[in-house]
């Protein structure tokens, strides 16, 4: 099974500063990496798939890079509506896991 | 657009099989060759992949369920469905549909208690 690792736990940042939030994998896992946003009460959602493709109606602002074992989601400039839970997930041999997430917190 | 929406009991009681169906709407199961999947969440927790289906009826279960786990799926319909056995207060969680390996979209999810 392909364990996700992301880091930070939490991120706590002010309004306009740009988010790094990274995903690692325990196996190389090509480009197979999806990013999603998830706020209290809601579904997930899909913001980026294929690691760096940018999902329909995602704001710019919001963008994926990396392949192999290392991933990273980047916000450009955090707005308020941006405060969740963000998860990487993995799709490799049929089978998915997900990361443990980390809560991003505008100040 | 595709809607996905979960349905079945909320309660299910300790060693009995939790049974839920996701109905799709604005498109058919049968007509993309997206896989359609099970994912679940407890109560303040992460995100678990329980298992995925094609329509052709192909099946891959999350390795660490699969002795509980059916996943199938009703064309006619356009619906597809879930079966976890033997169940225990571990299973009390949020039960997600969704469509494909990086899912999009998801249903709304529909909370499962497992008590007596």
């Known amino acids: 099974e392909v364990v996700l690792t992301q880091s930070p736990a939490t991120l706590s940042l002010s309004l306009g500063e740009r988010a790094t939030l990274s995903c690692r994998a325990s196996q190389s896992i090509s480009s197979y990496l999806a990013w999603y946003q998830q706020k209290p009460g809601q579904a997930p959602r899909l913001l980026v798939y294929d690691a760096s493709s940018r999902a329909t109606g995602i704001p710019a602002r919001f963008s994926g890079s990396g392949s192999g074992t290392d991933f990273t989601l980047t916000i450009s400039s955090v707005e308020p509506e941006d405060s969740a839970v963000y998860y990487c997930q993995q799709r490799n041999n049929w089978s998915i896991t997900f990361g443990q997430g980390t809560r991003l917190e505008i100040k | 657009q595709l809607q996905l929406q979960e349905s079945g009991p909320g309660l299910v009681k300790p060693s009995e099989t939790l049974s839920l169906t996701c109905t799709v709407s604005g498109g058919s199961i049968g007509s993309s060759d997206y896989s359609w999947g099970w994912i679940r969440q407890p109560p303040g927790k992460g995100l678990e992949w329980i298992g995925s289906i094609y329509y052709s009826g192909s099946t891959y279960y999350n390795p660490s369920l699969k002795s509980r786990v059916t996943i199938s799926v009703d064309t006619s319909k356009n619906q597809f469905s879930l079966k976890l056995s033997s169940v225990t207060a571990a299973d009390t969680a949020v039960y997600y549909c969704?469509?494909?390996?990086?899912?999009?979209?998801w249903g709304q999810g529909t909370l499962v208690t497992v008590s007596s």
């Open positions: 969704g469509r494909g390996f990086s899912i999009d979209p």
